[in-house]
């Protein structure tokens, strides 16, 4: 679609390589001087906007902020979060501040005494080491100027699509796109998917209040319903991320269910069967309880599009307990075409009969019903507690993309999303037809709809879990503690990578990458249930 320039045609040979912002926002330290004396006018001015941010944060709110996103406060840290730390000083412009102010927390790494790249074996020439320094340091120079430039192109453009000014984000898109590429490293790959959504958001607002803004959102979703599907079987199968919240959530539900006759599940935005073929082999397996008689699922559906693949992927299943199961569980599903909402949670709508243990199961559905007023989630939350259900699972990608500024917002998703592609940087080749179809029919859907919508069109408002604790709590609930690590590392053994993390906190479950948190899992029950 772009083509990009020969000056960025050097990408990270390392399949390994850090988290890729961070990364390139510590060594900018190293040539901080060369940089300042050999500054291109180019970039120099780019970063003189001086706007107002779409914002009202404090420079020390604003400040605070950024230090979050240099260096993660997370459960298990990489090394590199140890080094990068941003100063204290006020700073007006945004973007001038993180173009200039990045430092290290320990300043030995930078005096004369340490050395900063590395060097042959001693017993290499002179001349070989002198050579394949310079040279060493001339790709690392370059590539710190690409991965910085690229970045800083970025956060300008966001700072002046969020203060409306059209040209100025025009203009520096058309400089943007010649150094992403939705083919190369990990950072030119997530940064060509947040060009998308600039570019998106842009489009809609000089079509403001123009009947053709609907007509552009339509052109905009580009993604098929079955590339979307093929997308997402293949996250499930080559990620982590989908199967770890299944594992919790069957985990939690299977303890729940230990000594009852019949069980309940109301599944919110049922769309694949992956999560239930797995519960029922797990329920069949437990060796020291048996499986409950009956096992009823009501999925609830609001895409009516989807419901005959589903029907098909149901019907296999049911059919695969018969054959298997030898008579065990009687397995029933019942598919609600309704849109989710607090009325829908009454007991004759959803069915729920005398003697059921009810279970609700929500698997990254819930952020779909946080609004900038939060009062829908509120009121749902409290409709699921009056059926009184004996455990709800609630997954969720633990990140802070539904804060009330643009710019913020940005920044943590460009945080947060550049963590998983280079998840998939470290497990996929860069060729790899799956990992583009990961990457582009999912995950950058997600992205276009955190950067380029407001209101009720933005509904991927993923929150942390700090804040997912508050508001259960709030509505009544209070956390069942998952017990089920050891298996999580087990399921973890088998993606065949080290970068993933794993750690329980309060009850939930993390699972990241490289230090950085990526998705939660919890259960919870009504509050005062277990001594009532």
Same mark, same amino acid.
């Given at each position: 679609?772009?083509?990009?320039?020969?000056?960025?045609?050097?990408?990270?040979?390392?399949?390994?390589?850090?988290?890729?912002?961070?990364?390139?926002?510590?060594?900018?330290?190293?040539?901080?001087?060369?940089?300042?004396?050999?500054?291109?006018?180019?970039?120099?001015?780019?970063?003189?906007?001086?706007?107002?941010?779409?914002?009202?944060?404090?420079?020390?709110?604003?400040?605070?902020?950024?230090?979050?996103?240099?260096?993660?406060?997370?459960?298990?840290?990489?090394?590199?979060?140890?080094?990068?730390?941003?100063?204290?000083?006020?700073?007006?412009?945004?973007?001038?501040?993180?173009?200039?102010?990045?430092?290290?927390?320990?300043?030995?790494?930078?005096?004369?005494?340490?050395?900063?790249?590395?060097?042959?074996?001693?017993?290499?020439?002179?001349?070989?080491?002198? *050579?394949?320094?310079?040279?060493?340091?001339?790709?690392?120079?370059?590539?710190?100027?690409?991965?910085?430039?690229?970045?800083?192109?970025?956060? +300008?453009?966001?700072?002046?699509?969020?203060?409306?000014?059209?040209?100025?984000? $025009?203009?520096?898109?058309?400089?943007?796109?010649?150094?992403?590429?939705?083919?190369?490293?990990?950072?030119?790959?997530?940064?060509?998917?947040? +060009?998308?959504?600039?570019?998106?958001?842009?489009?809609?607002?000089?079509?403001?209040?123009?009947?053709?803004?609907?007509?552009?959102?339509?052109?905009? +979703?580009?993604?098929?319903?079955?590339?979307?599907?093929?997308?997402?079987?293949?996250?499930?199968?080559?990620?982590?991320?989908?199967?770890?919240?299944?594992?919790?959530?069957?985990?939690?539900?299977?303890?729940?269910?230990?000594?009852?006759?019949?069980?309940?599940?109301?599944?919110?935005?049922?769309?694949?069967?992956?999560?239930?073929?797995?519960?029922?082999?797990?329920?069949?397996?437990?060796?020291?309880?048996?499986?409950?008689?009956? /096992?009823?699922?009501?999925?609830?559906?609001?895409?009516?599009?989807?419901?005959?693949?589903?029907?098909?992927?149901?019907?296999?299943?049911?059919?695969?307990?018969?054959?298997?199961?030898?008579?065990?569980?009687?397995?029933?599903?019942? /598919?609600?075409?309704?849109?989710?909402?607090?009325?829908?949670?009454?007991?004759?709508?959803?069915?729920?009969?005398?003697?059921?243990?009810?279970?609700?199961?929500?698997?990254?559905?819930?952020?779909?019903?946080?609004?900038?007023?939060?009062?829908?989630?509120?009121?749902?939350?409290?409709?699921?507690?009056?059926?009184?259900?004996?455990?709800?699972?609630?997954?969720?990608?633990?990140?802070?993309?539904?804060?009330?500024?643009?710019? *913020?917002?940005?920044?943590?998703?460009?945080?947060?999303?550049?963590?998983?592609?280079?998840?998939?940087?470290?497990?996929?080749?860069?060729?790899?037809?799956?990992?583009?179809?990961?990457?582009?029919?999912?995950? +950058?859907?997600?992205?276009?709809?955190?950067?380029?919508?407001?209101?009720?069109?933005?509904?991927?408002?993923?929150?942390?879990? $700090?804040?997912?604790?508050?508001?259960?709590?709030?509505?009544?609930?209070?956390?069942?503690?998952?017990?089920?690590?050891?298996?999580?590392?087990?399921?973890?053994?088998?993606?065949?990578?080290?970068?993933?993390?794993?750690?329980?906190?309060?009850?939930?479950?993390?699972?990241?990458?490289? *230090?950085?948190?990526?998705?939660?899992?919890?259960?919870?029950?009504?509050?005062?249930?277990?001594?009532?």
């Amino acid at each position: 679609m772009h083509e990009m320039n020969s000056d960025w045609a050097l990408s990270l040979q390392s399949h390994n390589q850090d988290f890729a912002i961070r990364q390139f926002c510590a060594a900018a330290r190293m040539n901080d001087q060369q940089q300042q004396q050999h500054s291109q006018n180019s970039i120099s001015e780019l970063y003189t906007y001086t706007s107002t941010p779409d914002h009202s944060a404090s420079s020390q709110e604003e400040q605070e902020f950024v230090d979050s996103f240099f260096n993660v406060d997370s459960y298990d840290k990489d090394p590199l979060d140890h080094q990068v730390n941003l100063d204290n000083e006020e700073f007006g412009d945004f973007t001038s501040m993180i173009l200039n102010e990045y430092s290290y927390e320990n300043p030995s790494m930078l005096t004369d005494e340490e050395p900063r790249y590395t060097v042959l074996e001693a017993s290499s020439s002179s001349d070989d080491l002198i *050579g394949a320094e310079t040279i060493s340091h001339d790709i690392v120079e370059a590539e710190v100027d690409q991965g910085l430039q690229l970045v800083h192109l970025l956060l +300008a453009c966001a700072e002046a699509v969020g203060c409306r000014d059209t040209q100025l984000s $025009d203009s520096l898109l058309t400089q943007i796109w010649p150094a992403v590429t939705p083919f190369g490293d990990s950072l030119q790959r997530v940064s060509y998917c947040f +060009a998308l959504g600039l570019q998106s958001r842009l489009m809609l607002l000089q079509h403001r209040n123009n009947a053709g803004a609907t007509l552009i959102q339509d052109q905009l +979703a580009a993604s098929s319903r079955e590339e979307k599907r093929e997308a997402y079987h293949w996250l499930n199968q080559i990620t982590p991320y989908m199967a770890f919240g299944f594992m919790a959530a069957n985990d939690a539900i299977c303890k729940a269910s230990r000594g009852k006759e019949r069980l309940h599940i109301i599944d919110l935005g049922m769309l694949h069967i992956f999560q239930w073929q797995s519960l029922i082999r797990t329920l069949t397996a437990q060796p020291d309880s048996p499986p409950p008689r009956q /096992v009823r699922i009501t999925g609830i559906l609001e895409d009516t599009h989807d419901f005959m693949e589903l029907e098909l992927g149901l019907k296999s299943l049911m059919d695969e307990v018969a054959a298997t199961s030898s008579g065990n569980i009687r397995l029933e599903f019942q /598919v609600i075409k309704e849109t989710v909402s607090a009325s829908l949670f009454t007991r004759e709508k959803l069915d729920v009969r005398e003697g059921e243990a009810l279970i609700v199961n929500s698997v990254m559905q819930l952020h779909n019903y946080v609004k900038e007023s939060r009062g829908s989630l509120k009121t749902i939350l409290q409709a699921i507690k009056k059926l009184g259900p004996s455990l709800v699972t609630v997954v969720e990608q633990d990140a802070n993309h539904n804060g009330p500024f643009f710019l *913020g917002r940005f920044l943590e998703s460009l945080h947060y999303y550049s963590a998983i592609f280079d998840s998939l940087e470290a497990n996929l080749p860069r060729d790899s037809t799956t990992r583009i179809k990961i990457e582009k029919c999912h995950y +950058a859907e997600e992205i276009r709809n955190i950067v380029a919508y407001e209101g009720s069109n933005r509904i991927e408002r993923h929150e942390r879990a $700090d804040q997912w604790r508050r508001q259960l709590g709030r509505a009544g609930f209070q956390v069942v503690g998952l017990k089920c690590m050891s298996q999580a590392q087990m399921m973890l053994s088998v993606y065949g990578s080290d970068g993933y993390t794993l750690a329980s906190e309060k009850g939930c479950l993390l699972l990241g990458w490289k *230090g950085r948190p990526i998705m939660f899992a919890s259960a919870w029950e009504v509050h005062n249930a277990a001594s009532s």
